[in-house]
């Protein structure tokens, strides 16, 4: 470890995490996500081992309130809770007293009132989490509100980067398609920006506002005049059930523009990493050859979201403690 490496991490150890939820990565600073990353670091090893469980959240409950569809963020929040011993409880909103009438508000005091610790909540109304933790005493921690954030897969995404990449500082990302709509690229822009890369918005205006450089995003149109120039090419759904209507000709013509196929692929950096939050309309704003090649770390993103999802929960919970 070089002075300057050595200097940073004992600055880093300092670094105190101060929050009990964890709401969105544009209020965080540079120091307390590398915290993160860090911490997550620490925890990757535990999924490897023969007995996957460390005792850092025994005792405690963790409920995963989920009023919208997932397979990867709900499956690795309940897998990531287990590993810290935590108990788990899996609430869908399909089946419950919401659809009595129950409010957010109602829902959660009464869940809350069960002795839950953390809440792990996926709204498709912005700002959702932000309101359960200001009724709640327990964590809370944002699994995806409306076109707002998804910090968690935010986190995964540059740990993953970061992982092989080494450093954030200099690269050049791409993040291409239905940017208006999405929450991960807002949580990707936020983190990757105070981390010190360069964030491109690749899409059709319809789909990609310019109001995006206020934000410190670059915003561009034109896909295969700047292919050439990204270490990181996030590939983001094309979200049929957010777009409105004919912000685009067809979908025919949206891959034909924006879609990551091979011919595209030839024209990228050799090294260029190929990611996607899922889950992934194949043939649409990716080919399944370039999903399944050697560029791509889609399912190492998702392996990554364990340790990251393990970090967020032992951390917000810790500081819950100690206030
Ligand atoms: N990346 C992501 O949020 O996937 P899910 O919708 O399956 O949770």
Known sequence: MTALNSAAASARESVIWPHRHLLGLEELSADEITLILDTAAAFEDVSTRSVKKVPALRGRVVVNLFFEDSTRTRTSF??????????????????????????????????EAMGVDIIVCRHGSSGAPHLIAKNVACCVINAGDGRHEHPTQGLLDIYTIRKVKRNIAGLKIAIVGDINNSRVARSDLHGLLKLGAEV???????????????????????????????DVINMLRVQRERISSNVFPSIQEYSRLFGLTNERMRRARPDVLVMHPGPINRGVELAGEVADGPNSVILEQVTNGLAVRMAVMFLCKQASESH
């Open 200 to 230: 491109t918005f690749v899409g059709p205006p319809t789909l990609v506002s310019g109001a995006f450089e206020k934000l410190g995003a670059r915003v561009a149109h034109d896909f295969d005049s700047i292919i050439g120039e990204f």
């Open 78 to 111: 309940t897998l990531a809770a287990q590993r810290l011993s935590a108990d788990v409880i899996d609430f869908t909103a399909k089946t419950s007293a919401v659809n009595k009438g129950e409010s957010l508000r109602d829902t959660v005091r009464n869940i």
